[in-house]
């Protein structure tokens, strides 16, 4: 879903919670295990219990769809996510918000890139992440039907499982903008399409070439896993990239956004260094971040 021009991430729930004490190394890994657990039962509704009417409707736009089991995967993260830690706040894309008492905010997508999950393409994920102080301190992307989990804690790396095998996420060179392969994604709002559009039609002789894959969840880790060796994208939300940005981050990537300022629904880039500054400075000689 995307956001009106000079939206910023909002903050979940209504009041203003803060926690003055250090946070206890310990939480990180704990907040960590309980977001595997809630994306890989969010990952089995959605793949094995997926019914043949999705009872499609709209959101932002009639391109912009929403389906039962959306919800029913949000609800579900939400339910697991309480039953060990009841206190905690969650901020969801179907309507979730509640600020909790502990700290702890769980910032979830139930499904990043609906729209492939309703054409069943493979390419959609389940992404959940745990916000301390509006710090993003542990985060699980999944990708059921890809078999692939990416997972990360604040100062502890990043790692991907698939196969049943788990490997850390590393910093890798990347080559100049030139022979680089970028992600990107689109909005829903006819106008923002227009623009990036233009955008696009800028960038692309400038690159190896461009990927548009449906899940800005997915095409930042796939960042992180060397499968991209750039990403950008306006539009994008705090629930789209609270758990990937870590992945990514902790792989040793930079995420941020336009002109030095942080990622945001007005711009996210992903990128190793220097490939980030190059990518970034023709987005903002391009006006990327406005339509």
Wanted: hydrophobic share 40%.
């Amino acid at each position: 879903m995307t956001e009106p021009p000079g939206a910023s991430y909002p903050a979940a729930g209504s009041q203003d919670v803060s926690v003055t004490t250090p946070l206890d190394p310990a939480l990180p890994a704990q907040l960590l295990h309980v977001a595997l657990d809630a994306a890989h039962r969010a990952s089995h509704l959605l793949t094995e219990q997926r019914p043949a009417d999705l009872r499609v409707a709209s959101k932002s736009s009639p391109t912009d769809p929403v389906t039962v089991m959306d919800k029913a995967s949000e609800r579900l993260i939400v339910e697991t996510v309480r039953a060990v830690r009841p206190d905690d706040g969650v901020f969801g894309e179907e309507g979730s918000d509640s600020a909790g008492s502990s700290g702890v905010v769980w910032v979830i997508d139930p499904i990043d890139g609906t729209v492939n999950y309703l054409y069943a393409h493979p390419h959609w994920s389940v992404s959940i992440a745990a916000e301390v102080d509006g710090e993003v301190v542990a985060g699980v992307v999944t990708a059921p039907v890809l078999d692939e989990t990416y997972a990360a804690v604040v100062g502890g790396g990043a790692s991907i499982t698939t196969g049943g095998k788990t490997r850390r996420l590393e910093f890798r060179s990347a080559p100049p903008l030139e022979q680089a392969l970028i992600g990107t994604g689109f909005g829903y709002a006819p106008e923002r399409r227009r623009s990036q559009g233009r955008v696009l039609a800028e960038l692309i002789p400038r690159v190896r070439d461009i990927r548009r894959d449906g899940s800005a969840a997915l095409d930042i880790c796939a960042v992180a896993l060397g499968r991209l060796d750039g990403y950008y994208e306006r539009g994008v939300n705090r629930w789209d990239t609270a758990a990937a940005g870590l992945v990514a981050r902790e792989a040793g990537v930079r995420v941020g956004g336009l002109r030095g300022d942080r990622d945001s629904p007005q711009m996210t880039v992903a990128a190793p260094e220097p490939l980030f500054r190059t990518l970034a400075g023709v987005l903002a000689e391009l006006e990327a971040d406005r339509d």
